[in-house]
């Protein structure tokens, strides 16, 4: 496999510096990209890259993932980010962990193929560096005119915002391409990736260790476009944060419904980026959706794929009956099978009421139960005649008779009651 073949008609690369492709078919070569370590957790934000790492090793290279220990730390221009605190290094042990757990899932770091992936963390080489032998070993290869004609520093520069840029922010582009020496000259790396706003940091490595090391070293450099959404918005942003691939910020169900709601043409675009799937059963995928766009055959592909990579298959099938529940046609026992996080995140947004536990202990007729207890129907006899329609759900099941008594053992996870009233309209009784 031609690994920037691969990345071109995926529409992943944006800029490469020249022999990059030379230099990959001459030889088993190792690349590396920079993942900052401030959370425990990867977001989909970071899954570009971690997807370019997964196609060099799929292309027979090595990949290797530098954890932004030390660089994590003080914030970085091109982001345009605040300064960030300084994480104490238990913390940051526990999040190159998790991460390394995540990032299991994309590469493979434990076989005994000369293409394994490493993990590193530049903390190691930075924590025990002066400060002085640092500007003398490092600084005095760079001028400020150079490091100052980065577009990141300008745009910052210029900006007519009173934060400006500190030292420490300014500095960042020495530390990454310090990194890039460090790797280039310790694990023989020869090309550094990473998203098209990383382009000025990345060159300055190469610059630096062609002035270090002398003109004739040959360092690489590849970035691919920032992922955007079609409408300009910012992509893996919603409306309650990141998504992310720990369940325990983002469940399954959220994470497969993300990627199922995409619009059609971003769903095009991911389907490239973000899946292994060959160029062949794109175009297959794509014809299903031209020939019926109405059954969104790439959204539901796309998400199948990256939930199953991220998840797993039964967290991808327990996705799908979720998402049955509010959309299809599912069965009372699969809403019985639901945990209580999947629940709230399927009814997330319908009507809730709360009502006392001892009222169910005690038993109550459904219809005071729903129009007296919690203002589901405006009155009895509106009750009355939908329920002899057969237009009332209890838990899925048609309500027989609108005085049917319900009781505790009715409620989902010992807590929650789902009514539904003719075919859309939900509503979550909570008892307490």
């Not at 400006?164 to 960042?172: A, D, V």
């Not at 008594?405 to 979550?428: A, E, H, P």
Request: glycine share 6%; aromatic share 10%; proline share 2%.
């Amino acid at each position: 496999m031609n690994f920037v073949e691969e990345l071109r008609w995926r529409g992943m690369i944006q800029d490469m510096m020249p022999g990059t492709e030379e230099q990959l078919q001459k030889e088993m070569t190792s690349a590396y990209v920079g993942i900052d370590p401030t959370a425990d957790s990867l977001h989909i934000g970071h899954l570009v890259s971690v997807m370019m790492l997964k196609h060099f090793q799929r292309a027979g290279h090595r990949p290797i993932a530098l954890i932004g220990g030390a660089t994590g730390m003080i914030g970085d221009p091109s982001m345009k980010s605040a300064e960030r605190n300084l994480l104490d290094e238990a913390t940051l042990r526990h999040n190159q962990e998790s991460i390394k757990k995540q990032l299991a899932k994309f590469l493979d770091f434990d076989s005994d193929a000369p293409n394994a992936a490493k993990l590193v963390n530049n903390y190691d080489w930075m924590k025990d560096y002066t400060f002085l032998n640092f500007i003398r070993d490092i600084g005095k290869h760079l001028t400020v005119n150079y490091m100052m004609a980065k577009d990141s520093v300008k745009k910052r520069l210029n900006s007519e915002s009173s934060v400006g840029l500190s030292f420490t922010e300014f500095s960042y582009q020495l530390l990454q391409g310090y990194d890039y020496l460090y790797l280039y000259q310790h694990e023989g790396c020869r090309l550094q990736m990473g998203g098209s706003d990383q382009w000025g940091n990345i060159t300055t490595g190469t610059e630096l260790i062609r002035r270090k090391l002398g003109s004739e070293t040959e360092a690489f450099a590849l970035v691919c476009p920032l992922i955007t959404k079609a409408d300009g918005g910012k992509f893996g942003k919603t409306e309650s944060g990141n998504i992310w691939l720990d369940r325990r910020y983002t469940s399954p169900y959220k994470f497969y419904q993300f990627w199922l709601n995409v619009s059609d043409a971003d769903a095009a675009k991911y389907i490239r980026i973000f899946t292994a799937l060959d160029q062949e059963e794109i175009a297959s995928i794509e014809a299903e959706q031209a020939e019926a766009p109405h059954l969104r055959a790439i959204q539901k592909r796309l998400a199948k794929e990256i939930t199953i990579m991220v998840h797993s298959e039964e967290d991808y099938n327990a996705a799908v009956e979720a998402s049955n529940i509010l959309f299809g046609n599912a069965t009372a026992d699969t809403l019985k099978k639901l945990d209580e996080e999947t629940l709230l995140a399927v009814f997330e947004g319908v009507p809730q009421f709360e009502v006392n536990k001892e009222v169910l202990a005690a038993g109550v007729k459904a219809v005071d139960l729903f129009v007296d207890n919690s203002a589901i129907f405006p009155s009895k006899g509106e009750m009355r005649k939908l329920v002899q329609s057969g237009g009332v759900s209890l838990n899925k099941e048609k309500l027989e008779t609108f005085d049917q008594v319900i009781n505790t053992d009715s409620l989902l996870n010992g807590k929650y009651l789902l009514v539904q009233r003719g075919k859309k309209n939900y509503y979550l009784v909570i008892a307490r």
